[in-house]
C-alpha cells in the first residue's frame, strides 16, 4: 500500500493533484482545502491511501495522517464510500467528525453532500465505538499560495461542485466569501474554501 507520497505539483485540478515523485506522476484525489495548500514551485508530502477497485486504482491524499486514517474509517460504515468520505473531510476536521460521531450529532454529519439522515445514523451505530482511538495531529496542511493573480471564484465553486453541491449553491457560497477578498487581496485560496465550507454548513 502506498501511505505516503513526497513531490511536487506537476498539474493541480480543484480536487487532484499530479504529484511528481522522483519522474513519475501521481495523481492524487484530495480534498479543496489540501489541493489549494500546494505550490507547484515546493515539495509537499501528503499522507495517502489507495482504493483498489475492479475497474480502477484511486490513489487519495491529505494534509496529515490522521484526515488518512479518518477517511478509512468512515468507508468501514455502510453506503460510505470515498467520495463521500472525503466530501466528510471538507466538511468538517477529524475532530468535529469523531465529537460529531460519538455525541450522536446527525444535524452536523447531515451537513455533509451525500449523507442524509438514515445515512448518518448508520455511521452512528457503526462507528460510534471506534471513533475514540483515533489520534489527530496538528494542522499541518501545506503552505497555500497567494491568490493576487488566481481566479479564485472558478477554483472554490469548482471545488465545491466536486463535492456535491449544486452550481446554484456553490457560486452563493462565492458570494459570500468574496468580501474576504476585497478585504485582503493575498488571502488564500485554502481560507476561501475553508470559509465557503462554513457558509454551506450553516445554510
Do not use: H
Not at 487519495?60 to 463521500?84: C, K, M, N, T
Request: with cysteine; net charge negative.
Amino acid at each position: 500500500m502506498i501511505a505516503q507520497l513526497t513531490g511536487k505539483p506537476a498539474a493541480l485540478g480543484p480536487n487532484w493533484v499530479v504529484l511528481d515523485v522522483g519522474g513519475v506522476g501521481f495523481r492524487v484525489q484530495c480534498t479543496p482545502v489540501t489541493a489549494a495548500g500546494l505550490r507547484p514551485s515546493e515539495s509537499a508530502t501528503l499522507a495517502t491511501s489507495l482504493i483498489v477497485r475492479q475497474e480502477a486504482l484511486t490513489l487519495y491524499g491529505f494534509a496529515s495522517a490522521s484526515e488518512r486514517d479518518v477517511f478509512e474509517l468512515l468507508q468501514v460504515a455502510s453506503g460510505v464510500g470515498p467520495r463521500i468520505a472525503l466530501a466528510a473531510l471538507s466538511v468538517l476536521t477529524p475532530d468535529q467528525l469523531a465529537r460529531a460521531i460519538q455525541a450522536e450529532d446527525l444535524a452536523a454529519l447531515t451537513k455533509v453532500p451525500g449523507i442524509g439522515r438514515k445515512g448518518a445514523e448508520k455511521i452512528v451505530v457503526e462507528l460510534r465505538d471506534r471513533v475514540a482511538s483515533l489520534v489527530t495531529e496538528p494542522d499541518d496542511r501545506p503552505r497555500v499560495a497567494s491568490l493576487a493573480d488566481e481566479p479564485w471564484r472558478a477554483q472554490v465553486s469548482a471545488g465545491l461542485q466536486g463535492l456535491g453541491w449544486s452550481q446554484r449553491d456553490a457560486e452563493q457560497a462565492c458570494d459570500r466569501v468574496a468580501a474576504l477578498v476585497d478585504d485582503d487581496p493575498d488571502v488564500s485560496l485554502a481560507t476561501l474554501m475553508k470559509a465557503a465550507l462554513q457558509s454551506l454548513a450553516r445554510v
